[in-house]
């Protein structure tokens, strides 16, 4: 696992610069893209969950201290990292073998789909419920995770795909 460290620095250091100069400056109504989530994501599988709670608190802090959030994205991501170990046990395919961390050339583009899909549905839920801190306009908060969610998803199998050659990539 201490291989994998210096790539998941640089991961770490890129996802969040593009987070911070590219994604948090989107303005369109509703919709609000965090692909800096993909660092949580693709922490190895056998990252114990204690490391990936204050990782994923760390994270979030980060880009609260960049974006002024206040620890919104703090608190949104420790609790995707809680439910990691969960989401991956539920969505894996009993007896499956896997690499060391999650990679769309192992999993294939389907199954890293629905991971990404429902972890971000979880932190996109979170943050928008924090933020708007009411149920009063559930509507729009609504449409805001569910926008947000989307490109946020579209966004990271972007970056996913383009990291990955085209023959190593399994789209089953």
């Known amino acids: 696992m201490l291989g994998l460290l210096p790539i ?3 991961r770490f250091v890129a996802l969040m610069a593009a987070q911070v100069l590219i994604f948090s400056n989107i303005n369109f109504p509703y919709i609000n893209p965090y692909v800096y989530l993909l660092f949580i ?3 190895p599988f056998e990252t114990p969950r204690w490391l ?7 994270t979030g802090l980060t880009l609260d201290l960049f974006v002024g959030s206040l620890g919104m994205h703090a608190a949104a991501c420790t609790l995707i990292a809680y439910f990691r170990p969960v989401l991956i046990s539920i969505i894996t395919p009993k007896g499956a073998e896997f690499e060391v961390e999650p990679n769309i050339t ?4 389907s199954w890293f789909l629905i991971y990404c899909g429902i972890a971000t549905l979880i932190h996109h839920t979170a943050y928008f419920l924090i933020e708007s801190w009411t149920f ?3 509507f729009i908060a609504l449409l805001r995770i569910i926008m947000s ?8 199998m972007i970056f996913l795909f383009l990291l990955t050659s085209s023959k190593k990539r399994r789209l089953a």
């Open 8 to 10: 998941n620095i640089l």
């Open 149 to 156: 969610t989307a490109f946020s998803v579209l966004f990271m």
């Open 41 to 43: 994501l693709l922490l």
């Open 136 to 138: 009063y306009n559930l």
């Open 52 to 58: 990936l709670m204050i990782l994923g608190f760390l």
């Open 106 to 109: 192992v999993q294939g583009a």
